[in-house]
Nanobody
Framework: QVQLVESGGGLVQPGGSLRLSCAAS????????MGWYRQAPGKQRELVAS???????NYADSVKGRFTISRDNARNTLYLQMNSLKPEDTAVYYC????????????WGQGTQVTVSS
């Protein structure tokens, strides 16, 4: 089965940067979409950014120009480079991998806390 192991979260001051990583392991078919979601206290979980196997990216308007999503297909690893962080970026960030064609699957990481505060 697939496991997603995240790292890189932590506390950072406004304007700072963090790089999140998500390493996928297990029976993972290569043709999939990986993404980062976040959930702040009292709010719904929202898509931050996604990337296809071929490298097509999509970003939430709130993070465009500040965050960069990437993936290393050889290592089955997903990254999120977060720059110019704002307090409103504070949330638990979740890694997700999904496949929309057979064999379909959807897996989530455990989440990693990102706190932006002075």
């Amino acid at each position: 089965q697939v496991q997603l192991v995240e790292s890189g979260g932590g506390l950072v001051q406004p304007g700072g940067s963090l790089r999140l990583s998500c390493a996928a392991s297990g029976s993972l078919f290569s043709i999939n979409v990986m993404g980062w979601y976040r959930q702040a206290p009292g709010k719904q979980r929202e898509l931050v950014a996604s990337i296809t196997y071929g490298g097509t990216t999509n970003y939430a308007d709130s993070v465009k120009g500040r965050f960069t999503i990437s993936r290393d297909n050889a290592r089955n690893t997903l990254y999120l480079q977060m720059n110019s962080l704002k307090p409103e970026d504070t949330a638990v960030y979740y890694c997700k991998v999904s496949r929309l064609v057979s064999p379909r699957y959807e897996y989530w990481g455990q989440g990693t806390q990102v706190t932006v505060s002075s």
